[in-house]
């Protein structure tokens, strides 16, 4: 568990690095070029979908090597819910938000917690080695999940890809799964950025 706890503290402590002389952390950036802020808004979620597909591929293939992979995966999946909702929900100071920090630390670190705790030895008697990677991928799906209605969308819609791969693991084999949870990702992409393209455009028209 201390594995899991010093990647949570590096997490932690990597989002204090532009804290200000008065203490107050800045708000994330906002360039005034659409094709800037739809980047800024989208290309996480991209990686994180790129990387969820190799690593779903690699649970199939052998879940219990998967384990670690998907161990790493996590922080960065918290760290980009963050920062989705960091201008929104984080507040104008100090206090704010370390609290907003603290939850976020406390909700991905109770995700790694419950994942240190279901491969402890005793527990792994109740578990066969194929369905640890199930239990990883739906465990990280609900996590985003509900951390996406809080805070982002975005990061809903992607919990809700992880779940589905998940099921479609258990029906589908090598070939078909890749194009399944591939042609997902690809559509969850697409309908991310059609969806934050067309949100803008409203704003930007005065909501009309």
Not at 36 to 52: F, K, Q, S, T
Not at 80 to 102: I, M, P
Not at 173 to 186: E, P, R, S, T, Y
């Amino acid at each position: 568990m201390l594995d899991q706890l010093e990647v949570i503290s590096m997490l932690n402590n990597s989002m204090f690095n532009d804290i200000t002389h008065a203490g107050w952390m800045p708000a994330l950036p906002h360039p005034a070029s659409r094709l800037a802020r739809l980047a800024i808004a989208n290309v996480p979620y991209v990686a994180l979908y790129a990387i969820a597909v190799g690593l779903i591929a690699m649970t199939d293939h052998n879940p219990a090597s998967a384990k670690e992979a998907w161990n790493v995966f996590i922080p960065l999946v918290g760290l980009v819910s963050a920062a989705s909702g960091w201008n929104r929900y984080a507040g104008a100071t100090k206090e704010t938000q370390l609290r907003y920090v603290l939850r976020q630390v406390l909700h991905w670190g109770a995700l790694l917690l419950v994942i240190r705790l279901l491969f402890l030895g005793d527990v792994q008697h109740f578990l066969r080695a194929e369905d640890d990677g199930f239990v990883i991928i739906y465990l990280v799906g609900l996590t985003s999940l509900l951390a996406g209605i809080y805070l982002d969308w975005k990061m809903a819609l992607f919990g809700l890809f992880l779940i589905y791969s998940g099921v479609v693991i258990a029906f589908l084999d090598d070939n078909a799964l890749l194009i399944a949870v591939g042609g997902a990702a690809l559509m969850a992409v697409i309908v991310t950025a059609f969806v934050w393209i067309r949100y803008n455009q409203r704003l930007e028209s005065g909501g009309h």
